[in-house]
């Protein structure tokens, strides 16, 4: 996998993995699948990690608490062994945050409400996911684990927050839409040509563009500048930005076209 490259964390690489597959599953829930009353209840089921509220959720609701409560146990257990740090409060509360995040959009476009711009992209850069897979990537990484630098990560830093706005505004600009998703993902260019009346969709474009193009500037500042991270995290945030383009590239068939699998190889 991208974000992790050295060949010494093969089982770091394969605990990632975890987290990021769970990360696309509750996305459908909360975008596809789910009621809103549903969600509700099941963030707050998240949010106190609570296995008694899930009585009144659907079944997959119930299957896919029940792996996140295992997949985080499993990787708590690992840690703490290994280092003598246990990071199952800081790893559930990334995981309600991302369900919270979820859910503030769940009622946005159930209500028919389009944020501003402004507030589209501070639920966005916590709703992109970066933030809980960086947290557990430093976690499994398992350098210099203390509260202070967890509680730092917490807090969404450049380094991190950089990475999630590269990522949410690429896929919002609509390179990868699936046109046969009944999803109600609203996005950017959606909130900016609403915010910003008369503009077209070419000059929001090319806005998120810009957008971009200034995460990246301040993502690689981040990186090449002093920071409290150690190296490794540091690359880490940087490999999961240069992973966004090969995301998000399908062809007209939504599909990654051939070469592109075959750089994942």
């Not at 394969?14 to 549903?38: A, Q, R």
């Not at 079944?59 to 740090?85: N, P, Q």
């Not at 540091?234 to 750089?263: F, G, H, W």
Request: proline share 4%.
């Amino acid at each position: 996998m991208k974000i992790l490259q050295d060949p010494t964390l093969t089982e770091q690489r394969l605990d990632l993995t975890k987290p990021i597959s769970l990360v696309y599953v509750i996305d459908d829930i909360f975008d596809v699948y789910g009621e809103l009353e549903e969600l509700t209840i099941f963030t707050r089921v998240v949010e106190r990690w609570d296995h008694k509220g899930l009585k009144t959720l659907p079944k997959y609701m119930r299957v896919c608490f029940e792996a996140l409560d295992m997949i985080t146990t499993e990787i708590s257990m690992k840690i703490y062994k290994s280092h003598g740090w246990n990071p199952t409060y800081a790893l559930r509360q990334s995981w309600a945050s991302l369900c919270k995040a979820f859910l503030v959009e769940a009622k946005w476009f159930n209500s028919g409400y389009l944020p501003t711009t402004e507030e589209y992209m501070k639920n966005g850069v916590v709703s992109s996911g970066v933030h809980l897979v960086m947290l557990h990537a430093y976690i499994l990484l398992g350098e210099e684990l203390t509260k202070e630098k967890v509680e730092l990560i917490e807090s969404n830093p450049g380094i991190v927050s950089s990475a999630a706005t590269i990522l949410r505004l690429w896929d919002d600009l609509g390179s990868a839409k699936d046109e046969n998703q009944d999803g109600t993902d609203g996005s950017y260019v959606e909130c900016y040509l609403n915010e910003y009346k008369g503009s077209t969709v070419d000059e929001a474009r090319t806005h998120v563009a810009q957008k971009i193009s200034r995460a990246w500037k301040r993502l690689n500042r981040e990186c090449l500048n002093p920071c409290p991270f150690s190296r490794s995290f540091s690359k880490a945030c940087l490999n999961i930005a240069r992973t966004v383009p090969l995301m998000y590239s399908y062809d007209d068939d939504q599909r990654l076209p051939d070469e592109y699998l075959k750089s994942l190889m």
